[in-house]
């Protein structure tokens, strides 16, 4: 009882703010600094960052050599100014991955945040504070605050515009320039995030309400938009160029136009057509996923769409499902697909969500989608350690205990959230949802993941050659077939990723005092090519795990000149 009239009086708490950041933190903390940095993307942001900071060049991105013309330099912006925060206070960040997780970390908390302090408007005080809650413990939001990329930043300036937006929406002639003002910023910000992917959540919506809100009967071309004019467009659009336009002129010029016609026109066209790097996806995709990426909210969320599809007509239910679908929709028909794309579309979810959830009149859903929701949440909750615990044991040959504990803690969850259900205690339950999903991630988290020494295949070859060979210049060493960028990250930019076995001969006769790592299925041809140059190799050790990007096992010796 105690517990239940604890939950009931959380959404009347005075700290609303101070109740969710503690919320956020127990939910992100757990693996945010022993998680070792990831093979691909988040080790190219971060590295791509720490060479901004060592070269002081702020316009141009480059990854070792080369240039790298994707995205924006907002969040690398925003991780080197973290970087040079936290040396300047005296904690050596540059080499710690964490120090460029922490953008993520906050734009995932102004996330959150600005669910609550600007969804006050469209669902009232008590429902958005619940549906913050529910945001919070989302797990492709928690998995984005433990990677140093873009896109938990990226969440917290649409979360804001569309918030902005909703109430001029709602209410366009209480809506002042100031809001204006800072609905246009925020875009601005997330264009240097993300490029168009900030202004165009906005774009669709926006069209969207115009077309749904024409007059009954009046042609297709007269629309009905007096948000737009509260919006401040004339020199809204202009604000929202001067936050991002100086940087793409800058880049421009110092990459003569590359930056344009690799990011335009390989990086951002080539997801639409193809799946850029084997993330093709069908469509319905994101739907199919929903109570993977949205656990443990999704139960909830899924039981309130039917009603909040019933109450389109409301002003703010149309706003918030205005903000949803169509962007929704467009990631489904894109053929790259990752889980956290629609990921700008969660606060409005949950938003609806909650609303359904402290609504005393609420209308119960089909009984196929309260099955569907129940088996989301209980398959998620015991299916995530359990899965942590099976990759342990087929990984590294040997049981997690912090799995097992994870496993008995999604089943309490689940066992938890089922009787609310039954008595109907909707927002008792989101509330409990988002508190009890602390100790399952943590089990994962900090539990199971860090402890994977077979997967982290980067740090332990580091490791071993700073054992060897201590201080040894980044420049001196070599790599064949293993070339993920968290090797760079590990070891410094100016390592030589070499091609094969015989290149890394000839890199070893090209100077003194250089090694080589060569990967198992190179070391024959490189022993023969060492062979034909007359050098006498020495071994200095192996390193040996999972490739779990490729999927593959791999065994890396180092070699040098003796």
């Not at 691909?40 to 971060?46: G, K, M, N």
């Not at 302090?117 to 669902?123: D, E, I, Q, Y």
């Not at 549906?131 to 804001?160: G, R």
């Not at 697909?337 to 606060?347: A, C, E, I, Q, S």
């Amino acid at each position: 009882m105690r517990a239940a009239a604890f939950l009931d009086r959380l959404p009347e708490t005075r700290w609303p703010a101070l109740w969710l950041v503690a919320l956020c933190l127990l939910l992100w903390l757990p693996g945010f600094f022993t998680i070792p940095p990831g093979d691909r993307d988040e080790s190219r942001f971060a590295q791509a960052t720490r060479q901004m900071v060592e070269s002081g060049d702020y316009v141009r991105i480059r990854l070792g050599e080369v240039e790298r013309n994707k995205k924006p330099a907002g969040i690398h912006w925003a991780q080197a100014a973290v970087v040079h925060g936290l040396e300047a206070a005296g904690v050596p960040a540059r080499g710690q991955i964490w120090a460029y997780r922490v953008p993520s970390l906050l734009g995932a908390l102004a996330a959150v945040l600005a669910t609550f302090l600007l969804g006050r408007a469209l669902v009232g005080r008590r429902a958005a504070f619940v549906a913050a809650a529910m945001l919070a413990p989302s797990m492709v939001l928690v998995v984005e605050t433990h990677i140093a990329k873009t896109d938990a930043a990226l969440l917290a300036s649409i979360t804001i515009a569309m918030g902005l937006m909703g109430r001029a929406y709602l209410a366009p002639d209480r809506f002042s320039p100031t809001m204006a003002a800072g609905f246009w910023a925020v875009l601005g910000l997330g264009v240097l995030l993300k490029g168009p992917i900030a202004p165009m959540v906005p774009l669709l919506a926006g069209i969207t309400l115009a077309v749904m809100d024409r007059p009954r009967g009046a042609r297709f071309w007269r629309l009905s938009a007096p948000w737009l004019a509260a919006l401040r467009p004339g020199w809204g659009l202009p604000l929202m160029a001067l936050f991002a336009a100086p940087w793409f002129v800058a880049i421009g010029i110092a990459t003569e136009g590359r930056f344009f016609a690799e990011a335009i026109g390989g990086d951002m066209l080539g997801k639409v057509s193809s799946g850029e790097e084997a993330h093709w996806g069908p469509p319905g995709m994101y739907a199919a996923i929903f109570g993977i990426t949205a656990f443990p909210s999704a139960w909830i969320v899924l039981r309130a769409l039917p009603q909040a599809w019933a109450e389109r007509m409301s002003p703010p239910v149309r706003f918030l499902l205005a903000w949803t679908v169509p962007t929704w929709l467009l990631f489904e028909a894109v053929a790259t697909k990752l889980p956290h794309y629609v990921l700008p579309t969660f606060p409005a979810l949950m938003l609806l969500g909650a609303r359904w959830a402290m609504d005393p009149l609420r209308v119960a859903p089909p009984r196929w989608m309260g099955w569907l929701g129940n088996a989301a949440l209980v398959g998620v909750a015991v299916g995530l350690p359990l899965v942590a615990g099976a990759a342990a044991l087929h990984v590294e040959g040997r049981v997690e205990v912090f799995a097992l504990l994870g496993i008995a803690a999604g089943a309490a969850m689940a066992w938890v959230l089922l009787r609310l259900a039954r008595a109907q205690a909707w927002g008792r339950a989101a509330l409990a949802g988002a508190i009890l999903a602390v100790p399952v991630y943590a089990s994962v988290l900090e539990g199971v993941i860090p402890r994977l020494q077979a997967v982290w295949l980067s740090p332990r070859l580091a490791a071993q050659l700073a054992a060897v060979a201590p201080g040894l210049p980044d420049e001196r060493f070599g790599v064949v077939g293993y070339h993920e960028p968290s090797l760079q990250f590990a070891l410094g930019g100016e390592i030589r990723l070499l091609r094969d076995g015989a290149a890394a001969a000839a890199f070893l006769a090209g100077g003194q005092g250089r090694i080589v790592a060569v990967n198992d299925r190179q070391e024959a041809a490189f022993r023969a090519a060492a062979a034909e140059r007359g050098l006498t190799l020495r071994e200095l050790g192996t390193v040996a795990g999972l490739n779990y990007v490729r999927g593959r096992q791999v065994a890396l010796s180092l070699f040098r000149v003796d």
